[in-house]
């Protein structure tokens, strides 16, 4: 595969429905698409999931650009390799900036699955032809707009994980009252993207929510603040998933031998592309922790390659994948779509969903290409 074209595209999409976490609130997202090219004159496409503001991760929209159009696509215009593995090799002097890498990687994936005229799932170790997927739902006004969500997207769509952002001051309330409307065959977990301390308040609170049958407490505590996370999970019984604590696979091997942890969200942004996921999936297989694949509200680019991610065997718990409608009226792809919550694993060579171009362009904020026009 040789890399000819680079093409970065700054979209703005306006979300279905206002996002709220412990760190951000959003009503539009702009992700980043990157477009590789290949002699033959096959493309490619990779998302950069990166919020625009530094409260998830220290990665925002305007550093992804600047690093992606300064080192990282001039770096890669020119590379011959084998295997997209080897693209990264073109940029390793770049410390950070995975979110800006992983859309680099997610491309060379898709352009060397479509020359291959192999389906990426196949290509990234998946096996599985469907996968179940499951909804973040962020922070309400009140409970009963808390309520009227989780009925939509679990008993209308159907999708049987609901993951409930919390934080201090809206944690066991709204997770008691979603318990008492919807049962214990709902699977349920929390997610406080790192909103707790080891105060005596938020620790009481984390333990409380020990009592309601949760699947895990995902990020209760700030990125690798790790032997918090340790001492809290000894406290509870309710396994611990690490998040925005675990950025290589050696935060991984330092979450497992401390047990700040028992569970792991791979997010292919946050880890920089499929390349590191795959790794970090085969990691905690080795290590024996179940994984699943998280979600960055991504377009149907970045939504596609978590589907096939989503295929490999180690993720053995719902992804973040749910469909393209639940946040997009209109994608920039053909959408991906969820029937009772499960996602179909495309068989098609490459990333399996067809960009439109138009609609891009039309909704494009900005771009740049290397080499220049
Ligand atoms: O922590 O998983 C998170 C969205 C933005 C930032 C952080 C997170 C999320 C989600 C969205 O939970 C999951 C999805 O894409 O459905
Ligand atoms: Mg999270």
Not at 62 to 72: D, E, F, G, I, K
Not at 103 to 117: N, R
Not at 158 to 179: F, I, M, S, T
Not at 206 to 234: I, K, Y
Request: proline share 5%; glycine share 10%; hydrophobic share 45%.
């Amino acid at each position: 595969m040789k890399i000819v074209r680079a093409d970065l595209h700054q979209v703005r999409l306006p979300l279905v429905h206002e996002f709220q976490t412990s760190s951000h609130r959003k009503g539009f997202l702009e992700h980043l698409l990157v477009e590789l090219t290949d002699a033959e004159g096959r493309t490619g496409w990779g998302e950069v999931a990166c919020p625009s503001d530094p409260f998830y991760a220290p990665d925002t929209v305007a550093t992804s650009w600047h690093v992606a159009t300064t080192y990282l696509l001039p770096a890669v215009v020119g590379v011959d390799v084998e295997r997209p593995e080897q693209v990264a090799g073109a940029y390793r002097r770049v410390r950070g900036h995975r979110f800006a890498a992983a859309g680099v990687d997610a491309a060379a994936w898709a352009l060397w699955t479509q020359g291959a005229q192999v389906p990426l799932a196949r290509a990234l170790g998946g096996t599985r032809a469907e996968v179940v997927a499951g909804v973040s739902l962020g922070i309400e006004a009140t409970i009963d707009d808390l309520l009227e969500q989780v009925r939509h997207h679990h008993l209308e769509a159907g999708y049987p994980r609901v993951k409930l952002k919390v934080q201090p001051g809206w944690d066991v309330e709204p997770v008691r009252a979603v318990r008492e409307a919807f049962g214990d065959g709902l699977l349920l977990h929390v997610d406080a993207n790192g909103a707790y301390t080891d105060d005596p308040g938020h620790l009481a609170a984390l333990r409380a929510l020990d009592a309601f049958g949760l699947t895990m407490v995902e990020q209760p505590f700030a990125p690798r603040a790790f032997t918090t996370s340790a001492a809290f999970q000894r406290s509870v019984s309710t396994p611990v998933c690490l998040d925005e604590s675990i950025d290589t696979l050696d935060d991984l091997r330092t979450a497992h031998a401390l047990g700040a942890g028992r569970v792991l969200n791979v997010k292919v942004s946050r880890m920089g592309g499929l390349s590191a996921a795959v790794a970090a999936h085969d990691l905690a297989r080795e290590l024996g922790w179940p994984a699943w694949v998280g979600g960055m509200h991504e377009f149907g680019v970045g939504r596609a390659a978590n589907v096939a991610l989503s295929s490999l065997p180690g993720f053995t718990l719902p992804s973040d994948v749910s469909a393209s409608e639940k946040y997009y009226a209109r994608d920039v792809t053909t959408p991906v779509v969820a029937h009772a919550g499960v996602v179909t694993v495309a068989t098609a060579p490459g990333l399996g969903v067809e960009v439109d171009r138009e609609f891009l362009v039309r909704n494009r904020v900005r771009t740049a290409g290397f080499p220049a026009a």
